[in-house]
């Protein structure tokens, strides 16, 4: 009975591309495959492991020209360990309406990052290595805790950012 509805399913709904009359089987599993391909394109890293980051604006401080650089309305974001600093700058970019020739400087703790740093780099080697990125689990203390308390990794890690500076 199912093939004789599919049959005559095909005789009313013949396929049109080009004026060819092609097998509709022909072209399913090409649909299978584009649609397997576009379910994991929309994953979007979400399995990654992910890092919470606070985006800082840097202020101008006593530079000429207008202050262009704004704060985000939003500036805790959550994203792909992977996600490198060249497409923060892109998300910055976007978020700040900047045009496409303004660049950007984003900093973790006063120092210029790489465009092809990931976060999960700048974590393990410029954020948790910096004492005053630790807190006391017990009293909040990053000094050295009188309550014998662990410490703790800050969090979120905070990445600054700022108009590009040239010194050439």
Same mark, same amino acid.
């Given at each position: 009975?199912?093939?004789?509805?599919?049959?005559?399913?095909?005789?009313?709904?013949?396929?049109?591309?080009?004026?060819?009359?092609?097998?509709?089987?022909?072209?399913?599993?090409?649909?299978?495959?584009?649609?397997?391909?576009?379910?994991?394109?929309?994953?979007?890293?979400?399995?990654?492991?992910?890092?919470?980051? /606070?985006?800082? /604006?840097?202020?101008?401080?006593?530079?000429?020209?207008?202050?262009?650089?704004?704060?985000?309305?939003?500036?805790?974001?959550? /994203?792909?360990?992977?996600?490198?600093?060249?497409?923060?700058?892109?998300?910055?970019?976007?978020?700040?309406?900047?045009?496409?020739?303004?660049?950007?400087?984003?900093? /973790?703790?006063?120092?210029?990052?790489?465009?092809?740093?990931?976060?999960?780099?700048?974590?393990?080697?410029?954020?948790?290595?910096?004492?005053?990125?630790?807190?006391?689990?017990?009293?909040?203390?990053?000094?050295?805790?009188?309550?014998?308390?662990?410490?703790?990794?800050?969090?979120?890690?905070?990445?600054?950012?700022?108009?590009?500076?040239?010194?050439?």
């Amino acid at each position: 009975e199912e093939l004789q509805r599919e049959i005559e399913f095909w005789k009313k709904n013949k396929p049109q591309e080009n004026g060819q009359d092609e097998s509709p089987k022909a072209d399913k599993p090409k649909v299978d495959e584009e649609c397997d391909e576009n379910e994991e394109d929309k994953d979007y890293h979400r399995s990654d492991p992910q890092i919470a980051i /606070c985006l800082d /604006c840097l202020r101008n401080n006593g530079q000429s020209g207008d202050n262009v650089v704004k704060g985000l309305m939003k500036k805790f974001i959550r /994203c792909s360990t992977r996600v490198t600093v060249g497409t923060i700058k892109k998300f910055l970019s976007l978020k700040l309406k900047l045009p496409s020739s303004y660049e950007l400087d984003v900093l /973790c703790n006063g120092e210029i990052m790489g465009k092809d740093h990931t976060m999960e780099f700048i974590y393990m080697t410029r954020w948790r290595l910096r004492g005053e990125n630790f807190r006391c689990q017990n009293c909040s203390s990053s000094q050295v805790c009188s309550q014998d308390g662990t410490f703790s990794q800050s969090y979120p890690m905070v990445l600054q950012y700022r108009p590009r500076i040239d010194f050439g």
